[in-house]
């Protein structure tokens, strides 16, 4: 695991400015030092610049604004992307870097559901999580994901209506050691 990247964004600043790229999708520096309230200019680009570095976000145009050049950023790919483009081509550490962005995604979803107002009072039909481990050889593994994929295809397709609400479903695989059973 790039432990870097997981000590760059257990930063509150940087919480904050993840955040706002999630909700906006991309952001000036200076809609990002809106958001993250009274910080100096100086540090904002410290904690942008480390974010950059550890690719978990990127700029993606620059404006010309009074003679002066404003960077907007967004958060890096979505991590299915990144991996697709080229599967054996990513090394260990881009995939760990990749991880680290979709659990973060993860965890701003999560706040995200946690703070509407029903979902406490609802929480088997609203939120769930859960973690289950057995025994598969690759192509049993093969066959549940793709069942998986045929109950989940046709949902994909549905489209906004009365009762409706946008829901999303993560799913990762991992091969557990047999010293952690």
């Known amino acids: 695991m790039n432990i870097e990247a997981i000590k760059c964004i257990m930063n509150p600043v940087r919480i904050k400015i993840i955040q706002e790229l999630n ?18 200019p100086a540090t904002l680009y410290r904690h942008l610049n480390a974010l950059m570095k550890n690719h978990i976000i990127e700029v993606v145009s620059e404006n010309k604004v009074r003679g002066i050049l404003e960077k907007v950023y967004k958060l890096n790919e979505n991590p299915a ?50 973690s289950a481990t057995f025994f598969l050889t690759d192509e049993e593994l093969a066959d549940m994901s793709q069942k998986m994929n045929q109950n989940i295809i046709p949902l994909l397709k ?13 799913t990762i695989f991992t091969t557990v050691s047999q010293t952690e059973k």
């Open 81 to 130: 992307q990144i991996i697709s483009q080229n599967p054996k081509a990513i090394t260990q550490e881009e995939l760990s870097a990749v991880f680290i962005q979709f659990m973060f995604g993860l965890l701003n979803d999560f706040d995200s559901s946690v703070s509407q107002p029903d979902t406490l009072q609802n929480l088997g039909s609203n939120l769930g999580f859960s």
């Open 158 to 170: 549905n489209t906004p209506a009365p009762g409706r609400k946008l829901r999303k479903l993560s």
């Open 23 to 40: 909700l906006q999708k991309t952001a000036t520096t200076k809609e990002i030092a809106q958001a993250c309230g009274d910080i100096p």
